[in-house]
């Protein structure tokens, strides 16, 4: 398995809060993007990162922030919590871009926001 | 906006019985991939198809990528308790550089 680490596994807050979540891999891999599972929608792209401070909006980014300051470590940030942002996220990482690399994925963190 | 569509969305069968799942999209796929999810984990992928027309096995799953790269299809031979889980198929198309997941089709294998 692909060394992926996300924290917390699972998280409840309430409405109007800061909530950070941390992606942290182990293979050095240059691509990270953060995903966000809900039913009858699938996985759906947030933010991904192609490089350490180089990031890029995904087909849903209104309400998220992310940064990487280091390789390892990928940090997606909801600066102020709604109840439409309870998900399961996903972070991913691949060696190279989208178009035709395999992605490996994290184990998830299941986010309910009250 | 939904660009894959996966069919059937929930699929129960019983053990060693064959299956089909589809992926389907209105626009080109510039690659596409399969692959699984069991509950509380992540996908783990399975193939990665970028050919028209290719066709690559893995075991007891056969997966087909259409001529005009616009559709995938998963058969599952002589099913087995262990291939439930949710199969998702995800892709780029040749305009834009978004990657896309469907929603996935659910399958439980009866023993």
């Known amino acids: 398995d692909a060394g992926i680490t996300q924290s917390p596994r699972h998280k409840v807050t309430e409405t109007g809060t800061p909530v950070t979540l941390r992606c942290h891999q182990t293979e050095n891999h240059r691509y990270m993007y953060w995903y966000r599972q809900d039913p009858g929608h699938g996985l759906r792209l947030i933010h991904y990162s192609y490089g350490v401070k180089d990031t890029d909006k995904g087909e849903v980014s209104d309400g998220y922030s992310v940064s990487r300051s280091k390789t390892e470590d990928f940090l997606l940030t909801l600066e102020s919590a709604t109840s439409s942002q309870t998900s399961v996220y996903f972070c991913?990482?691949?060696?190279?871009?989208?178009?035709?690399?395999?992605?490996?994925f994290g184990d998830g963190t299941r986010l309910s926001i009250l | 906006t939904q660009l894959l569509e996966q069919s059937p969305q929930f699929l129960s069968i019983q053990e060693g019985e064959n299956l089909t799942v589809y992926c389907n999209s209105s626009?080109?796929?510039?690659?596409l991939q399969w692959y699984r999810q069991e509950p509380g984990e992540g996908p783990v992928l399975l193939v990665t198809?970028?050919?028209?027309?290719e066709v690559k096995k893995l075991k007891r799953l056969t997966f087909q990528f259409g001529d005009a790269r616009k559709d995938s299809s998963l058969h599952i031979t002589a099913a087995q308790p262990g291939d439930t889980g949710l199969y998702l198929c995800?892709?780029?198309?040749?305009?834009?550089?978004?990657?896309?997941f469907g929603t996935g089709t659910s399958l439980t294998v009866i023993p």
């Open positions: 198809v970028v050919t028209g027309g």
């Open positions: 626009s080109v796929f510039s690659s």
């Open positions: 991913a990482i691949s060696e190279g871009g989208l178009r035709d690399q395999p992605q490996h």
């Open positions: 995800a892709g780029t198309f040749n305009t834009g550089n978004q990657f896309y």
